[in-house]
């Protein structure tokens, strides 16, 4: 069965059929989804929570779990009040990682400084509450600006906690991905693996140790290929799953099981207070 380990199924792109796009995710195969909070901002990003506990153990759907986090985007409206939202959040049981976060330098919707003081705060946050996080990170066009700062950050920040985490939807090097992979992190593909002009991205697929990959839509974005461009829903995990399997020369079904196994693995491995068996089929 499938994970789809970052998906935005709060999005106002599901209001009209939220509950079948579920439904059509695990008739799909996906038996979890990792559901990311960040809402439309800081003031909403309480909803994949809240989605998480609506559907929780409905037989026509995939189970569902929560992050919590504010994007690099929102980062100049992180103060105190925001923070102290995040810390709730992330006391809550469905809640078993502190994401999207990091920086994006290519829209640049808040100053770079701001965007690394508010990716610092929270990953204290994530620290005190021993969860993993999930990373956001965007160079500028053609540069590998955003990379060269979130690497330094992680080591002196983020490192020496042992927690590890995630790189989403990943779009770096392999020198990148070795670098994050040392500090304990896994490497998440969304579809744009899938895309035409992706073959350095491909490369290092190919590349990451088996027990160290996962996959994820990203829905409703990066729709895979020869959808791209349409609304992407959880189902479309599958195709990321099929094109990961073709560079790694392995069958579609081993890809899946071997991304689900890293899933439950890393999330459950230091996860307590009851989150472990959220989990589990």
């Known amino acids: 069965?499938?994970?789809?380990?970052?998906?935005?199924?709060?999005?106002?792109?599901?209001?009209?059929?939220?509950?079948?796009?579920?439904?059509?995710?695990?008739?799909?195969?996906?038996?979890?989804?990792?559901?990311?909070g960040i809402g439309e901002g800081p003031e909403t990003m309480h909803r994949a929570l809240d989605l998480t506990r609506q559907y929780a153990n409905h037989p026509r759907m995939p189970r569902l779990v929560a992050s919590a986090g504010v994007h690099p985007h929102h980062a100049d409206r992180v103060d105190r009040a925001v923070l102290e939202t995040l810390e709730s959040?992330?006391?809550?049981?469905?809640?078993?990682?502190?994401?999207?976060i990091g920086l994006d330098y290519y829209y640049e919707n808040a100053p770079r400084d701001v965007q690394r003081q508010a990716f610092i705060q929270q990953m204290d946050v994530a620290r005190e509450h021993a969860l993993p996080i999930l990373i956001?990170?965007?160079?500028s066009a053609g540069t590998s600006d955003a990379w060269d700062d979130l690497i330094p950050l992680l080591q002196q920040h983020w490192q020496s906690s042992g927690l590890g985490g995630v790189l989403h939807c990943f779009g770096g090097s392999w020198k990148n991905a070795q670098a994050a992979m040392d500090m304990g992190f896994l490497i998440s593909f969304a579809g744009n693996v899938t895309f035409a002009k992706a073959g350095n991205l491909r490369e290092v697929a190919a590349q990451i140790p088996a027990d160290r990959i996962l996959t994820e839509t990203d829905a409703p974005f990066l729709a895979p290929a020869p959808n791209r461009g349409k609304r992407n829903e959880?189902?479309?995990?599958?195709?990321?799953?099929?094109?990961?399997?073709?560079v790694?020369?392995?069958?579609?079904?081993?890809?899946?099981?071997?991304?689900?196994?890293?899933?439950?693995?890393?999330?459950s491995a230091g996860l307590t207070g009851g989150k472990s068996p959220l989990l589990q089929d």
């Open 234 to 246: 959880p189902a479309g995990v599958r195709a990321v799953a099929e094109k990961l399997a073709e």
């Open 1 to 36: 069965m499938l994970i789809d380990s970052h998906a935005h199924i709060d999005s106002e792109d599901y209001a009209e059929d939220r509950e079948a796009m579920l439904v059509r995710a695990r008739e799909a195969g996906v038996a979890m989804i990792l559901a990311i």
């Open 248 to 267: 790694r020369g392995t069958d579609y079904e081993t890809m899946a099981l071997t991304a689900a196994e890293n899933f439950r693995r890393f999330f």
């Open 89 to 100: 959040l992330a006391a809550q049981p469905e809640v078993i990682a502190i994401g999207e």
């Open 136 to 139: 956001h990170c965007r160079d």
